[in-house]
């Protein structure tokens, strides 16, 4: 899951700052681990999907509240004025975790 998140992380940081930069973004690596460190706290959540009637449930809740808490960290982080732009550049780096746990239970599961 850790490489997950860094994953996430650095997509979000590139992303952040080289396709989706405002003239306010002022942004360090520091700044964006740090946000996104607590926005990644409801993953936490995902533990209840040891019970394998949870096991999606719980996965979708903590991806999705894991990406909304993102949101507003990367707008905050970012100094975006638009919570769309915060938004896309945190959806790209979602796309990432996404495939990356997706590709995790597929191997769990062979």
């Known amino acids: 899951m850790l490489v997950g998140w860094c994953a996430w ?3 979000t940081f590139v992303f952040g700052v080289q396709v989706f930069s405002v003239p306010e973004t002022d942004v360090d690596v520091g700044q964006i681990v740090r946000t996104s460190g607590y926005a990644a706290a409801p993953g936490l959540f995902a533990i209840f999907g040891i019970i394998p009637l949870l096991y999606v449930p719980a996965l979708a809740l903590a991806l999705v509240w894991m990406l909304a808490a993102m949101v507003v960290s990367v707008r905050q982080a970012f100094d975006y004025s638009s919570t769309w732009r915060a938004l896309g550049v945190c ?10 746990i997706g590709g995790v239970v597929l191997l769990l599961q062979c």
């Open 9 to 11: 992380v650095y997509v």
């Open 91 to 100: 959806a790209a780096g979602w796309i990432v975790l996404a495939a990356y």
